[in-house]
């Protein structure tokens, strides 16, 4: 997407320090596999990245914890803009969006941790190497 200068894959909302994909994938640690987008705003907006967002998955299930759908808004403009657009696709599909979207205050109380180097750019991996084949 343009303007966005890169994307790094991790984990967050759990407990502990550093956890691994296997902790996040038992449920023991609590953390989401996440994304964390870095975008320059004069060449796109949160808006698109939003936009983008409710494309790209559909959050209109409960999933468990390592796969919720939730957004981390690090300022009150993003966050007011989230509830919006989450209000927004909810008319549009006519369904409710199971997205959890923090507060600024909620997000920097927040770890992020990176996730290991091979979840790192994944789609850009050809399809055998994502799948250990």
């Known amino acids: 997407m343009k303007g966005v200068r890169g994307c790094t894959v991790g984990y967050t909302g759990g407990d502990g320090d550093f956890p691994t994909y296997s902790a996040v994938c038992s449920g023991s640690t609590g953390h989401t596999e996440g994304y964390y987008v870095a975008y320059d705003p004069t060449e796109t907006s949160y808006q698109k990245l939003l936009d983008q967002f409710w494309a ?8 468990k914890t390592q796969y919720k759908s ?4 690090q300022t009150p403009e993003q ?3 989230a ?9 549009r599909v006519q369904r409710t969006m199971f997205t959890d979207i923090y507060t600024p205050e909620e997000s920097a109380q927040t770890a992020w941790w990176d996730a290991e180097a091979y979840h790192q750019d994944y789609y850009n991996k050809p399809r055998a190497s994502r799948f250990g084949w």
Do not use: C, N
């Open 56 to 63: 790209e998955h559909s959050p209109t299930y409960q999933s």
């Open 70 to 73: 939730a957004i981390w808004a």
């Open 79 to 81: 966050y007011e803009q």
């Open 83 to 91: 509830v919006k657009s989450k209000e927004e696709a909810e008319r």
